[in-house]
């Protein structure tokens, strides 16, 4: 039966871009970049410590979402911390960590505009 989410898609312009700022600015690991198309490469990356992976792809027809709200939220365990750190980092937020009943969270933005959750409890 289903084990585990393999990765996550992630719609983006240009892949290079997309791929120096998930690697350089937020940490994460190749795994995978291969010709996929004439157009566009197979990239999968992986989170330091975590099963689940990425992949900076965008199938034909579905460019509209580029640089939309991404529906995932991606854990945390300092967010303050993960905050500033990529703040340093050039990484651009929609504002500063917010508290809420349920846990504390900070929305981001990647290199194409995708908006992407970051929580902790």
């Not at 989410?5 to 871009?17: A, E, L, S, Y």
């Not at 508290?99 to 981001?108: L, M, N, S």
């Amino acid at each position: 039966m289903i084990k585990r989410i393999k990765f996550v898609g992630i719609p983006v312009r240009d892949q290079d871009r997309a791929l120096r700022f998930y690697t350089e600015k937020l940490g994460l690991r190749i795994l995978t970049d291969q010709e996929f198309s004439e157009k566009q490469r197979w990239i999968e990356l992986s989170i330091p410590g975590a099963e689940t992976g990425l992949a900076l792809f965008t199938p034909d027809g579905q460019e509209d979402r580029v640089g939309t709200f991404m529906n995932t939220s991606w854990e945390v365990d300092n967010i303050q911390k993960t905050y500033e750190e990529l703040l340093s980092r050039g990484v651009e937020f929609l504002g500063p960590p917010q508290k809420q009943p349920w846990g504390t969270y900070a929305i981001f933005k990647d290199s194409e505009g995708n908006q992407i959750v970051l929580g902790s409890r």
